[in-house]
Structure formats: structure tokens, C-alpha cells
């Protein structure tokens, strides 16, 4: 008896022992919850602060009668058309990170009430919600192509659609003829949302697939005959392309990651209803699935994290091009000074802000010469920056050939019109800039940077007093008549025989900038008036390399100091002392990389 007691007591003991999971099945749940809504607000809306900001400045929505009507007649018009409206928001970026954040948290929590996801497995209620993070977030170079931005809240908005079709099908399961009901409102429905009504009644179909009725055999076809069919009739009478009208408003195949994700999103949804029979089997929850649960949402939100696009250098050029239409030169050159290999559009971006801080000359060729390529498959090489670049050198009809250009191949967006707008006021052309700015007024928050530029209109001295660097824009304007081409920089400066004083020197640079020498000993001799007393160390050194390849009397005219000259000779001197080139980049810099010379020798610079 004595021992059964010990045993029993033991056993009680064992019991007491057991550590439980310190929260409530309920506290686990709304505690996932709460990290995942926080996790989504401040990665989007925090570190992702830019990509928002870009992905409404790459927006382009009106609020008009004609801009509605011009997009509901295309397949998913009214999905496209709140999805645009909404991208708005992406204006301040907090703002839109809080939208977005709430759509996907609603999703998660549509996906538990819908297929009542039992607590030890309240984890798979946050995949759909998770993946269409992780594609928001991997959008990246994507907003330099032809992207639509709508995309962040069509497919957040679309999924939420699929989940009320797929509510009312099972509102509808004991009715007679509910599916067939439920199937015809999401037919109707491909005409507004698009491709996310065939997901609809795909879930439908795989929701149908888990009855044992014969019901089925009939429904399935009828389904697989509607996804089929839909889009059919609608490119018909949309005139599209029957793949486009199948797949509107999803990201297109050209952009694979994006596309690939969405895909699996909208997959998952659909897969739930083969899974909720073994999901309610087995035995109720326990501490240790908590703990599971818990664990792997915490995992989730560290894959979204570490698959996800982050690329600083990226993330600076959006900053920059955002500190640009600000006209905040000097953080762009701070901007600019954080990165150790630059990419074109920060180079390009920190010549714009030297050029308006007046220190061009001097500082142009103090940075990184070597430029990081990126790895996108998207239109990285297609120069961005030209717009604000020929802008600001004074050629605005360049600037404004550029625009149209890209409003053409990566789509319409305010950033075009804005720059369209600018250019127009430069020129004095009231009337195109009257209507620029009329259609900019028409947005949630473009409007109040058309009303400011309003005001500038006929008055080109308030425009030159709120932004003094476009008086140098206008003063330098070339005089000459000559044909708007798509030509680079430096090739449009050698395309005027005559020019001002600053772009003359501008024009040395771009010789130089390109290591283009015989163009530099020509436009040179131009620029005997203006380096009387001196001249920028940079061209002093070109000057230097031209006479150490061959030309010695370039320097005559010139006054270049002895020691100077010799310091560039001691520069290529050192280099040969060198095995490779790779090796002289390395050990020169620190004593040469801040000098044209280096530049000249280590740079990969293209225009």
C-alpha cells in the first residue's frame, strides 16, 4: 500500500512538473497577429519607406470621368481603378504601409473565420498574407520597366475578393443550386476583378472536390469550362490578348518573381479546402503546437525578410531621385557620400547636385570610380536619370524628349509629368504647362505640387526665387536652333559650336568624364578666356595626360605648375611598378583616389 502511494504521489508530482506554454490559445493567436500587422507596417512603410514613395510617384490615377471610364473598359477595370486610387496613399508612406498592412492582416484573419483553422495550426493562416508580403517587397528594379504599381493593392484587394466568393459558396453549400450560384457571381465578377474571380471558382471546384456526392461531376466541368471560357469572351470584346485577359490584373510573366509569388498566394487560398478535413483530425492543441505556431511564424516573418529585394544601393537611388524633386542637394550629396560602389543612377544623381551646388568642377571626380552593376534582370541599364540630368544641364527640350520617351516604354506616371511640366515652364510655354499641371491637379496629393507650379505660370521670377538653380538652368539655355535627338550628354554638348561660359566647362567635364581626349584638346582652346587666373585640378590633369601621350604644347596656353605636373607623372610612374591593374587600383587609392588621374586609369565608366 505504502509503495502504491509513492507511486501515486510520484505521478502527481510528474504532473505538476509539466511547463506549459505562458499564453492562452487566444493570447497566442492575437499575439502572432499583432507581431505579423507591426512586422508588415514597418517593413513596408519604414524600410521600405522609399520603394512606397516611388511606387505612387510611378503611379498614375486621375479623378476624372474620362480616366474612369478609360479604365473600366479594360478586363479587372474596377479592381485597377481602386487599386490605383488607393496607391495614392503610397504619397506618404506610413500612410500607405498602414493600408496595406490592415488588407493583409484582414486576409489572415478572412483565412482562419473561413476554414475555422484550428488552433495547432493557426501558423498556415498566415501563408497567403505572407507571400503577397514577400512580393510587395521584392519588387525592386521592377519600377524602373514598364510596371504597374497598382499590383501592391490589387492583389491584396483581390484576394479579399476570392474569400467573399468562397464565403458565399459556403453560405450557399445547403442550397440547392448554391454552387452553380456562387460560380455565376464570380463569372460576373471576372468582369470587374479579373483573374481573381477564376481563382474564385477554382477554390469552389476544390472545395466541391472534398464532398462524396455525384453533384460534383457536374460542377467541375461546368467550372473548368467557365475559367477557360471567361476570358475568352472578354478579350473579345475588350480586344486584348486572350493571355492577358486570362492572367489581368496579376503581374506579367516578364516580371517571374513577381508573378511567381502572386501565383502561389492565390494557390494556397485554393488549397485550403483539400486540407480542412485533416486539419480538424487528430487531437485538440497542445503547449508544444503553441510553441510550434509560434516559432514558425516568427520564421516566416525572418524568410519574408531575408528572400524579400534589399539592396542599398537601390534604396539610394530612390532616395536621391525623391531629394531631387525636393531640390535638397545638400542631403543628396550626403545620400551620396554613404555608398562605397555606386551605381550610374547615383553618380549620375550626385553630378546633378554638385552641378546646383556649384562645386562640379571641383568635386567630380572624388568618388568611387569603379560603378557596381546590379543583377536585376529588369531595365537597370536604361539611363533614369536623364531626364533630371539634361534638365538641369539646360537642355530642358532633351529633358522633355526623355520624358515622353519613357512615358512611352515604362509607362505613364506623375514623375514624367511633373518633369514634362518643369520643362514647359523653363521654355515659357504657358499652354502645355497649363495642362500638365490641369491633370496633376486631378490626384489625392500630386495636386498640391501642381498648385505651387501653378503659380509660376506667366511668372517665371517667383519660379527663380523659390528655386534660384533654375536661373542658371535658363541663363545657359543654348541659342542655337538644332534638332532634339536622344543623344547622351557630352555628345549634345559637342552638337553646339557656341556656348556659355558654365557649359563650357560643363563640356570639359563631359570630355573628360568619357576619357574622350581628342574632343577635350578641341573644346579646350575654347576655354582659354575662361581660365585666365586658373582652372579646376581636374582639367589641369587631363591637360597633363594629354601632354604625357604626346601633346607637350597643349599645356602652353595653360598655367599648370611644375610640381602639379609632376605629381601626375609620379601617378603613372607608381602604376608600372605594379603586376596587374587590379593590384595598382588597390594600393594607389588611398594616396590617388580622390585625383582625375585615378579615374582616368581605373574607372569603368560608360555613359
Given at each position: 500500500?505504502?509503495?502504491?502511494?509513492?507511486?501515486?504521489?510520484?505521478?502527481?508530482?510528474?504532473?505538476?512538473?509539466?511547463?506549459?506554454?505562458?499564453?492562452?490559445?487566444?493570447?497566442?493567436?492575437?499575439?502572432?497577429?499583432?507581431?505579423?500587422?507591426?512586422?508588415?507596417?514597418?517593413?513596408?512603410?519604414?524600410?521600405?519607406?522609399?520603394?512606397?514613395?516611388?511606387?505612387?510617384?510611378?503611379?498614375?490615377?486621375?479623378?476624372?470621368?474620362?480616366?474612369?471610364?478609360?479604365?473600366?473598359?479594360?478586363?479587372?477595370?474596377?479592381?485597377?481603378?481602386?487599386?490605383?486610387?488607393?496607391?495614392?496613399?503610397?504619397?506618404?508612406?506610413?500612410?500607405?504601409?498602414?493600408?496595406?498592412?490592415?488588407?493583409?492582416?484582414?486576409?489572415?484573419?478572412?483565412?482562419?473565420?473561413?476554414?475555422?483553422?484550428?488552433?495547432?495550426?493557426?501558423?498556415?493562416?498566415?501563408?497567403?498574407?505572407?507571400?503577397?508580403?514577400?512580393?510587395?517587397?521584392?519588387?525592386?528594379?521592377?519600377?524602373?520597366?514598364?510596371?504597374?504599381?497598382?499590383?501592391?493593392?490589387?492583389?491584396?484587394?483581390?484576394?479579399?475578393?476570392?474569400?467573399?466568393?468562397?464565403?458565399?459558396?459556403?453560405?450557399?453549400?445547403?442550397?440547392?443550386?448554391?454552387?452553380?450560384?456562387?460560380?455565376?457571381?464570380a463569372s460576373a465578377m471576372f468582369f470587374l476583378i479579373g483573374s481573381f474571380a477564376l481563382f474564385a471558382i477554382l477554390t469552389i471546384l476544390a472545395n466541391e472536390l472534398t464532398k462524396t456526392g455525384k453533384s460534383k461531376y457536374i460542377h467541375i466541368p461546368v467550372g473548368i469550362f467557365l475559367i477557360g471560357a471567361l476570358p475568352y469572351l472578354t478579350c473579345i470584346y475588350h480586344i486584348e490578348r486572350y493571355k492577358h485577359t486570362l492572367l489581368s490584373p496579376i503581374a506579367d510573366i516578364h516580371?517571374?518573381?513577381?508573378?511567381?509569388?502572386?501565383?502561389?498566394?492565390?494557390?494556397?487560398?485554393?488549397?485550403?479546402?483539400?486540407?480542412?478535413?485533416?486539419?480538424?483530425?487528430?487531437?485538440?492543441?497542445?503547449?508544444?503546437?503553441?510553441?510550434?505556431?509560434?516559432?514558425?511564424?516568427?520564421?516566416?516573418?525572418?524568410?519574408?525578410?531575408?528572400?524579400?529585394?534589399?539592396?542599398?544601393?537601390?534604396?539610394?537611388?530612390?532616395?536621391?531621385?525623391?531629394?531631387?524633386?525636393?531640390?535638397?542637394?545638400?542631403?543628396?550629396?550626403?545620400?551620396?557620400?554613404?555608398?562605397?560602389?555606386?551605381?550610374?543612377?547615383?553618380?549620375?544623381?550626385?553630378?546633378?547636385?554638385?552641378?546646383?551646388?556649384?562645386?562640379?568642377?571641383?568635386?567630380?571626380?572624388?568618388?568611387?570610380?569603379?560603378?557596381?552593376?546590379?543583377?536585376?534582370?529588369?531595365?537597370?541599364?536604361?539611363?533614369?536619370?536623364?531626364?533630371?540630368?539634361?534638365?538641369?544641364?539646360?537642355?530642358?527640350?532633351?529633358?522633355?524628349?526623355?520624358?515622353?520617351?519613357?512615358?512611352?516604354?515604362?509607362?505613364?506616371?506623375?514623375?514624367?509629368?511633373?518633369?514634362?511640366?518643369?520643362?514647359?515652364?523653363?521654355?515659357?510655354?504657358?499652354?502645355?504647362?497649363?495642362?500638365?499641371?490641369?491633370?496633376?491637379?486631378?490626384?489625392?496629393?500630386?495636386?498640391?505640387?501642381?498648385?505651387?507650379?501653378?503659380?509660376?505660370?506667366?511668372?517665371?521670377?517667383?519660379?527663380?526665387?523659390?528655386?534660384?538653380?533654375?536661373?542658371?538652368?535658363?541663363?545657359?539655355?543654348?541659342?542655337?536652333?538644332?534638332?532634339?535627338?536622344?543623344?547622351?550628354?557630352?555628345?549634345?554638348?559637342?552638337?553646339?559650336?557656341?556656348?556659355?561660359?558654365?557649359?563650357?566647362?560643363?563640356?570639359?567635364?563631359?570630355?573628360?568624364?568619357?576619357?574622350?581626349?581628342?574632343?577635350?584638346?578641341?573644346?579646350?582652346?575654347?576655354?582659354?578666356?575662361?581660365?585666365?587666373?586658373?582652372?579646376?585640378?581636374?582639367?589641369?590633369?587631363?591637360?597633363?595626360?594629354?601632354?604625357?601621350?604626346?601633346?607637350?604644347?597643349?599645356?602652353?596656353?595653360?598655367?599648370?605648375?611644375?610640381?602639379?605636373?609632376?605629381?601626375?607623372?609620379?601617378?603613372?610612374?607608381?602604376?608600372?611598378?605594379?603586376?596587374?591593374?587590379?593590384?595598382?587600383?588597390?594600393?594607389?587609392?588611398?594616396?590617388?583616389?580622390?585625383?582625375?588621374?585615378?579615374?582616368?586609369?581605373?574607372?569603368?565608366?560608360?555613359?
Amino acid at each position: 500500500m505504502k509503495n502504491r502511494n509513492t507511486a501515486s504521489a510520484k505521478k502527481t508530482q510528474k504532473k505538476v512538473n509539466v511547463k506549459k506554454f505562458p499564453f492562452s490559445e487566444q493570447q497566442t493567436i492575437w499575439g502572432a497577429r499583432t507581431i505579423f500587422f507591426l512586422f508588415s507596417f514597418y517593413f513596408l512603410g519604414i524600410y521600405n519607406s522609399e520603394l512606397m514613395f516611388k511606387l505612387q510617384n510611378a503611379n498614375f490615377f486621375l479623378n476624372n470621368s474620362v480616366f474612369f471610364d478609360t479604365t473600366m473598359q479594360q478586363s479587372a477595370g474596377l479592381l485597377i481603378y481602386i487599386s490605383g486610387f488607393l496607391t495614392q496613399l503610397l504619397y506618404y508612406p506610413l500612410l500607405g504601409a498602414l493600408a496595406i498592412a490592415l488588407l493583409l492582416s484582414s486576409i489572415e484573419l478572412a483565412v482562419s473565420r473561413l476554414y475555422k483553422i484550428p488552433s495547432k495550426w493557426f501558423l498556415l493562416s498566415f501563408l497567403p498574407s505572407g507571400i503577397l508580403l514577400l512580393m510587395i517587397s521584392s519588387i525592386g528594379y521592377a519600377t524602373y520597366d514598364r510596371f504597374d504599381t497598382f499590383l501592391v493593392f490589387s492583389s491584396t484587394i483581390g484576394a479579399i475578393c476570392i474569400l467573399c466568393l468562397l464565403w458565399l459558396s459556403k453560405s450557399l453549400a445547403k442550397t440547392k443550386g448554391g454552387v452553380f450560384i456562387s460560380m455565376a457571381v464570380a463569372s460576373a465578377m471576372f468582369f470587374l476583378i479579373g483573374s481573381f474571380a477564376l481563382f474564385a471558382i477554382l477554390t469552389i471546384l476544390a472545395n466541391e472536390l472534398t464532398k462524396t456526392g455525384k453533384s460534383k461531376y457536374i460542377h467541375i466541368p461546368v467550372g473548368i469550362f467557365l475559367i477557360g471560357a471567361l476570358p475568352y469572351l472578354t478579350c473579345i470584346y475588350h480586344i486584348e490578348r486572350y493571355k492577358h485577359t486570362l492572367l489581368s490584373p496579376i503581374a506579367d510573366i516578364h516580371f517571374l518573381n513577381l508573378f511567381v509569388l502572386t501565383i502561389a498566394a492565390l494557390a494556397t487560398l485554393a488549397t485550403y479546402p483539400l486540407l480542412e478535413k485533416r486539419l480538424h483530425s487528430g487531437e485538440g492543441t497542445t503547449s508544444k503546437g503553441l510553441l510550434l505556431n509560434a516559432a514558425g511564424t516568427l520564421l516566416l516573418l525572418a524568410c519574408i525578410f531575408h528572400f524579400s529585394f534589399r539592396d542599398e544601393n537601390f534604396r539610394t537611388e530612390l532616395k536621391m531621385q525623391r531629394l531631387c524633386e525636393q531640390h535638397d542637394w545638400k542631403q543628396m550629396l550626403e545620400t551620396a557620400n554613404q555608398v562605397e560602389e555606386p551605381t550610374k543612377a547615383i553618380a549620375a544623381y550626385r553630378i546633378i547636385a554638385l552641378a546646383n551646388k556649384n562645386i562640379l568642377a571641383r568635386e567630380l571626380f572624388r568618388y568611387p570610380c569603379i560603378e557596381k552593376k546590379s543583377a536585376s534582370q529588369y531595365l537597370t541599364d536604361q539611363p533614369i536619370y536623364y531626364e533630371d540630368l539634361f534638365l538641369y544641364a539646360s537642355f530642358p527640350n532633351n529633358a522633355y524628349l526623355w520624358s515622353m520617351e519613357f512615358w512611352v516604354t515604362t509607362g505613364s506616371t506623375y514623375e514624367h509629368l511633373k518633369k514634362m511640366a518643369l520643362c514647359a515652364l523653363l521654355n515659357d510655354e504657358s499652354d502645355l504647362a497649363k495642362r500638365y499641371i490641369g491633370l496633376l491637379k486631378q490626384t489625392m496629393f500630386q495636386s498640391k505640387w501642381a498648385e505651387e507650379h501653378e503659380q509660376y505660370i506667366d511668372h517665371p521670377e517667383k519660379l527663380f526665387r523659390k528655386y534660384p538653380e533654375f536661373v542658371k538652368t535658363k541663363k545657359e539655355m543654348p541659342v542655337q536652333d538644332k534638332i532634339i535627338t536622344m543623344e547622351p550628354l557630352s555628345k549634345t554638348y559637342m552638337s553646339y559650336s557656341k556656348m556659355g561660359t558654365a557649359s563650357v566647362e560643363r563640356r570639359l567635364l563631359a570630355d573628360i568624364y568619357r576619357k574622350d581626349m581628342k574632343a577635350f584638346m578641341i573644346d579646350i582652346i575654347e576655354a582659354q578666356s575662361v581660365y585666365k587666373d586658373g582652372m579646376p585640378s581636374c582639367i589641369k590633369e587631363a591637360l597633363v595626360i594629354c601632354a604625357i601621350n604626346g601633346n607637350p604644347k597643349i599645356l602652353m596656353p595653360f598655367r599648370v605648375e611644375r610640381p602639379f605636373a609632376q605629381e601626375v607623372a609620379n601617378f603613372f610612374n607608381e602604376i608600372r611598378t605594379y603586376s596587374d591593374k587590379e593590384t595598382a587600383a588597390k594600393a594607389l587609392k588611398s594616396k590617388y583616389g580622390n585625383t582625375y588621374s585615378y579615374y582616368f586609369v581605373f574607372s569603368d565608366t560608360e555613359e
